[in-house]
């Protein structure tokens, strides 16, 4: 069960230069928001998908993966995203998109994922009928 307290702003930073950061906030006490920076590809999902393990593991239900600062989302980022919105329904939760930039939105269109993913203009959007 998450606990009420309020958790520390969290950043990983990954190696190579292909992702520089990887941010995550709690808006409330099971909803994080995970913002990772740069491209999403094969070698840079698997530490957005410990980033976002990492969080859940914390207490949260919900994830909105803020993808404002991402300038490449690659087969490997868009794999990531349909595994993470399984395991958020398998929690009981949900995985939601925010500011998702031209270049990620042309990928979820052209493989249909459009029709997977709610997405929102930014985090707060994306959390705010969260519970």
């Known amino acids: 069960m998450a606990s009420d307290a309020p958790r520390p702003d969290t950043s990983l930073e990954t ?16 909803v ?20 976002i393990a990492e969080q859940v593991d914390a207490g949260a239900t919900h994830v ?6 991402v300038d490449f989302l690659g087969s490997a980022g868009l794999a990531l995203l349909i595994a993470e919105r399984e395991a958020a329904i398998a929690r009981e939760g949900q995985l939601r998109l925010a ?5 990620a939105g ?26």
Do not use: K, M, N, W
């Open 15 to 30: 190696a190579g230069d292909q992702t520089d950061t990887i941010t995550a906030r709690f808006l409330g006490p099971a």
């Open 32 to 51: 994080v928001v995970v913002s990772p920076v740069g491209d999403i590809d094969t070698a840079t999902a698997a530490p957005l998908r410990s980033a």
């Open 64 to 69: 909105v993966l803020d993808l404002a600062g």
């Open 99 to 103: 500011g998702v930039p031209r270049t």
């Open 106 to 131: 042309r990928a979820l269109s052209l493989t249909g994922l459009t029709e997977l993913f709610d997405t929102y203009p930014d985090a707060e959007a994306a959390a705010a009928d969260l519970p």
